[in-house]
């Protein structure tokens, strides 16, 4: 049997990690093919259907890691007020002066901080102002999909939904939620 040398196997992962790192740090230099599905853009820039859908592998993991806020510590405790389908609609970050809101199973969020990625143009943008439950579980940016009926989803599509809610509960507050 032949001997492995420990230190050529710890330089090789680290080679290896380095390597890693450097192709995910890095935006692509060429333009990639386009891919249904691909995650977020690069860090700080708001993510847009044609980029999310042009996204390498590799770069799209670590954009969606990066896109991807840690928890917040000092969230809010959770509100009920009732909101109208009406006044959330007020919110989709065209009027600066007013929230950006997004709700997901008729809770309603407070994505105001976040307004590079749910303000006007941005590749969320599709969300604010609206309940868009079943676009969120199918990991759709169609506007036709956010809407807040998910009665259609099937399992792993709400598995998916849910996970998107547990993810705002940990970094947004919720203001409110949808009332008829």
Request: with cysteine.
């Amino acid at each position: 049997m032949p001997t492995v040398d420990p230190v050529a196997v710890t330089v090789s992962i680290v080679l290896a990690l380095i390597i890693g790192y450097i192709l995910l740090s890095k935006p692509p230099t060429r333009a990639a093919p386009k891919r249904a599905g691909s995650p977020p853009p690069a860090p700080k820039e708001a993510p847009t259907k044609s980029k999310l859908l042009s996204q390498p592998s590799g770069a799209a993991v670590a954009a969606q890691m990066s896109v991807m806020s840690a928890p917040a510590a000092d969230l809010a405790p959770p509100k009920s007020t009732p909101i109208s389908v009406a006044e959330l609609a007020q919110c989709d970050g065209k009027d600066a002066s007013k929230p950006i809101w997004v709700a997901i199973k008729g809770k309603v969020y407070d994505v105001t901080n976040k307004r590079e990625m749910y303000g006007p143009g941005a590749g969320y943008n599709v969300f604010a102002g609206k309940d868009a439950s079943r676009g969120l579980g199918m990991s759709s940016l169609d506007p036709k999909d956010a809407v807040s009926d998910y009665s259609t989803l099937n399992e792993a599509q709400m598995k998916t939904l849910d996970q998107w809610d547990s993810f705002f509960a940990k970094r947004y507050n919720i203001v409110g939620k949808v009332v008829p």
